[in-house]
Each structure stands twice: as C-alpha cells, then as structure tokens.
C-alpha cells in the first residue's frame, strides 16, 4: 500500500492527462453500459407503474388483440363462479388539439361496475357526476380528466375539450377532476375516463370491448382463476396479469438493451487495449525506477503486484467515472427512449426518476475493474521481469518485447480454420456468432506480427521522407512490436465496432426495404391513425364500399 | 564475510563475453575493500554477483555463510534486502520523493511500522548531516547531498556489507573527498563490511585493502 503511495501516486500525479486518458476507455465502457441498461430499466420501471395504476387491482384481463371482441363474452365471464368483478375497457388514443398537449389515453369504463377495481377521487363538486353513474352516463360527451392535465390547460368541471373522434372534431364536457395520485400520474396525466359505451360510438368500435378487467374472489389463485377463465372464453383470447404487459414492452426495449450491450463490450474491449498499452509504456519508462526497487528488496511479486494493483485502481477510477457519465446517459436517453417507445405505443411515458439498479452498478464496477486489471496482467509481468542490473545501467535499453511467437501465429491459424468452419455453417446463428468472435481473436493474435511486419515495410518509406526522424520512429515501432500492436489492436477493434454496427445497420434497412417492396405493393394506405400499432378508431363497413 | 570460489561469469549474445574468470576471494567482516581496474575489468560485474543482482555462471559465491547460488530470485531479494546496501554511482534516488521518503523505501519494502521508519530515516540523514533537507526532492540538492541521501539510503537496516560502485564518479573532486570521508568514517563508526569499486587510484589507495582487476582476473591483491 505505502508503494502505492510512494511510487504509483507520484507517477500518476505527474502524467495526469494520460492517466486519464487511459481510464477513458473504461468510462467510456461502464458509462454506456450503466446508462443504457438505466435508462431502459428507468423507463420500464415507469411504465409498469403506469400500467399498474391504471389497472387498479386487477388481477386478470382479457384481451383478443387489436379488433376486441363482441359484448357478450363479458357476461360469460362475469357470471363465471372465480370471478367477483368483471368490467369491460376500451382504450384508445387520441390528438386533443390542444397546443404541444400530444395525445390523450381515453378509458373506456363501465362506471357502474368499475369502481370495484379503480378509485376515482374526484375532488370539488364533480363527485356527483361519478356518485350518479346515470348522470355521467346519460351525458356522452363527460370526460373525467386528471389533475395535472387540468392544471397545465387551465380546464376546470365544465370545461370544454376538443378531441379527434370518427366524427370529426368534437367537444367534450369536462364533468369532473381527479385528484393527484393513482390513475392520476399514468401517462403524466395524460390520460381521461369517459363511459365506454359512449367510447364505443364515438370511436367506431362497435358492440366490441378491448379489454375486461377482472377482479377475483378471495380464496381463488391467480393461476386457478386464470384456467377457469380461459376455458370460459375459449381459443382466440389471453388472460394474463396486468404485469404482462409491461413484459411486452420490456421484449421492445430488450433490443436497445442487446445493442448497447454489444457497444458497451465493444467499448470496454477497446480501453483493455488502450490500459495495456499505456501500462506497457510506463513499464518502460519506469524501468529505472523499478530496477531501483528490485535493488533495495522488492521481490518480483511486489513488482507484479504494484503494477496490477495500480490497473486495478485505474479500472475502480474509471468505473466510478463511467458510472457518473452513465447516470447522466440514463437521464437523456431515458427521454429519448420514452419518445421513441411513446411511437410505438400511443403515448409517451416519462421515466420522472432514474432508477438505479445496485446490482447493475455492482456489476459495472467489477466488470471496469476485471477489466482493466486483465489489462495490466501482461505489463505487471513485464515490470516484474525487469533485469535490475541492466535497468540501472544508464544507456542501456532492455526490449521488454519478445516480437511474434509462434505458439501465437499457430492459435492464429486454428482460429482462422475454426472461423472458416463457423462461417460454412452460419445460418446457424451461433455458428456466425463464434465465427465472428474467432475472426476477432484471429487478427488481435496476429497484430504483433503484423505490426511488426507493417513497422518494417514502411521504415524504407520514413526513412526516405525523414531521413532521422522517420528512422527512429520506424525502429521505435519495431524494437516495440507488442506495445505498437497494442495501439493497432485498439484501433482495430474500434473499427470493427464501426464497421460491424454500419453493416447491421445497412442489411436490416436493405432486408426490411426489398420486404416493404415484396409483401406491400399498393401504392397508397388509408388507415385510422397515425400509429400503425396502435388503432384509435376503427372504419365503419360502409366505407370501404364509399372508396 | 564474503566468499567467493571459482565464479566465473559469461555474457550470452551474438558473441560469447568472459567477464570474469574463475575469481577465489575472501573479504572478512569489517574489511573495507577497493576493487579498482581499467573499464570491462569486470568490477561492476563482480559487484552484482556479490550483491545478488546477477547470477554466475560457474563457481560459488557466499554471504555472511549463506551461498547464493540456487537460490531463487526471491531468496536472492531477501539476502540483498536483509543483508546488503547499494551506493551507486548515479545515486539512483527515486526523483519524485523527499529525501525521507528515499531513505525509508528500503524499510517500507521491509514492512518496518511507518513510525520506525521514519525516526530512522531522520536518523540516518542526520548521520550523513542532512537533517535540514529532509523534505527536499532530489533536484533541490547538490550533486554530494544527493550521494549522502543514498548513502543514507543504503544505510536504512545497518546493513552488515555495503557495495558501493563508483560512490564518488560523478562527483567534483572535492565533494568525492568529501563522500569518501563519509563512507571511511560510517566504516569506522558502524564496522560494515564495505566493498568499493572504483577506477580513482586515490580512492582505492584510501582503502586498507585493494584488489586489481584486468580481463576478468585478479592480478593483485594488496593490504596496507
């Protein structure tokens, strides 16, 4: 520890800039990998409790997919013997007009049974409209709005709303206010309740329901309730837990998640490169200083283990950072992801907090720290096996690099021959996989070589272009075969990252392009809504005919 | 103290070198010896054997009854660490610590509590009377207190042999008189067994006993 102090502290303070430098690779891997991962969980996190809140306590619901399904299946349903409330719900988004307000989520719900699975906590005189189901129902054009989108569009109880529907633009009655809490804060309040059965008509559902939402009796399980219901409804229909839901969208953002991991690996292989080149570089320089060292008594292990502490303490530096850099990723992409999710699903969620996992921080450190120290494995032994007869002999150099070995060249040649046999079989996935990785491990084997053989190539050039300078630069390469190809190996990776991430960019639009031109042909498409996945209104028969 | 027999050292290269030839020496406790001998003698070679930095290639050499050779590098450490003290001709002080902090490094790898280890570093550089530069970096002291500073250093277990290899080489005349003083009176006050390789006449003859080397030989041995 008092090394450390001694000579590691005094050497880093001294070359700062550097230092940092080579911990930026670790940030630049932990930073990607905790915001990523932050952001997707922050965001999932949100949604779940939106979609929790909305549920009230639901235990089950039955959906049929897009279409919905005819009325009578939620008398089936509520007369079956598990079941203590069944309410039907038609959901469906909708512009509001409003300036910069986007999308509404309108509720359709059967006031009258409702109430049994969701609070509405009305707050002045607009109980009434809820205390009377009649009232609410025999006005078709009530809407309950929440709090926060009350307050920010300044509408009170009677206010009037203008909302897109299969009619036209039509307004709608403010008739009551809910207050802060529960299904308040779905959606950032973007969300209104109104009677489904107005619902159905003003969006052109017909007698369908999209969803019913089912409370069970007491002394019935989750998975027993579930099996009853399903053989009630029949083929055709899911009946799950809310939860589900969200478990859909977190199969949506797994592959952002997939994306960034692969990045953040990327990123984290890249530092290794840079730590070991940076930490091979000091070796050298400190050969003096270690050679003093062995010297006095230091013993080859508290050589190795200065060293590896010293990558170890660079890896913990360069975590921390990373996971400060990280939170600040989270926080921004967390946004984007909302939007970009939001598209997808109708409406945007905001993640209002970041969400941090300590497992995942726990996990980046170590993985920043494993990381860096494997890292300075290779320079440690070096530092170790300074000779320190010859590090104290001013004048004289030590290669610290043995050049290209042949137990290398030969792993090079099986990896060649075992990517070849991968990419023969590639339409098997992890085949490509593996070949892809042996590929990889193939050209970081053989960069020392290559290096080597490139440095020698090009010295003839350098030493015509600058007769000193580029002969010294040249022999500075050569007589450093594995510090140079720690930089080429660096670079190299970078470049596959860009390349590889550019290909599986250009072949999913090229794929997705001549599939577009194969199976959609027509030259226009007239739809509902805006959003392809999700369907605010449905077209009347008559309207095909009409066009 | 010291016990050397038949050691021979080669270098392997392109070209195989001799630098030393089948040596037979004998250096008791609380000699103070000077190796003295034209450049490629093989004096600086013998010292390292001597100290445990290098191996020989044929022979036997012994410390305090202790024969080095097939020890592992690890027990080579540990006898240079318990056993040995280096002066060097280019002082070799880390240039980034304090003078205390130079002198405690040897005890600090000895795993010495840090509050020893600081008296005797304070200790010691008041011995070499460099009590008031005891926060100075090297590069604030002359070219002298930065010989006592490793001097000092050396010092920092009382050592029972001290190697010194041109101790005063890069020095002016007058600081290596100076130097010179230092090591012949810490000799008279703490009785180590010192071993000074050296190619100064003046500095070997300061010394009771000379040994000249040429070509990997001994080819004289005199006591005054």
Known sequence: MILLRLISWQYARKHKVRMLLTTAGIILGVAVFVGMHTANQSVLFAFQKTIDRIAGSTQLQITAGEPGFDEEVLEKVQNAEVVRVAVPILESTVTTNLKGQGNLLILGVDMTGDRGLREYDLEGGGDDAVEDPLVFLAQPDSLIITKPFAEKNGLRTGSKLPMGTMQGEKEFTVRGIMKSGGLTSAFGGNLAVMDIYAAQKIFGRGRKFDRIDVGLKEDVTLDAGKAAIEKIVGPGFQVEPPSSRGQQFEATASIYSLVSSITSIFALFIGMFIIYNTFAIAVTQRRSEIGILRALGATRKQIRVLFLTESAITGLFGSLLGLLFGILIARALAGYLSVLLGELYGLTQRAEEISLDPRLIAFAVTIGVITSVIAGVLPARQAAAVDPVRALQKGKQQSLSEGENRVRRWAALVCVVLCAICIYFSLYRPAFYAGFMLAVLAALLLSPALSLWISRLIRPILKWLRPVEGSLAADSLIQAPRRTSGTVAALMLSLALVISLAGIARASYDSLKSWLDVALNPDLFVTTSESITSRSFVFPAAIGDEL | ?224
């Open chain 2, 1 to 224: 103290m010291i016990d050397l027999a038949k050691v021979s050292k080669q270098f392997e290269g392109k070209r195989k070198v001799t630098a030393l030839e089948t040596i037979d020496l004998h250096i008791a406790k609380g000699e103070m010896v000077s190796l003295i001998g034209p450049s490629g003698s093989g004096k600086s070679t013998l010292l390292n054997l001597i100290g445990g930095l290098d191996k020989p290639s044929a022979g036997e050499i012994r410390i305090d009854g202790e024969l080095l050779s097939g020890l592992s590098d690890d027990a080579l450490t540990k006898v240079r660490r318990d056993k040995i003290g280096f002066i060097f001709q280019f002082f070799n002080l880390l240039p980034t610590l304090t003078c205390v902090e130079n002198v405690s490094l040897p005890l600090h790898l000895r795993g010495w509590p840090r509050k020893k280890i600081e008296d005797r570093a304070k200790e010691l550089l008041g011995l070499v009377k460099l009590e008031k530069r005891l926060d100075h970096l090297p590069e604030e002291l002359s070219g002298g207190e930065r010989q006592r500073v490793a001097i000092a250093r050396a010092l920092s277990v009382f050592p029972p042999i001290l190697l010194a290899d041109e101790p005063t080489g890069n020095l002016d005349s007058t600081t290596g008189i100076e130097i010179l003083k230092l090591i012949h009176d810490l000799h008279d006050r703490l009785g180590a067994t010192i071993l000074v390789v050296t190619h100064d006449r003046s500095v070997a003859e300061s010394c009771p006993r000379t040994i000249s080397l040429k070509d990997g030989h001994v080819i004289q041995d005199v006591r005054r």
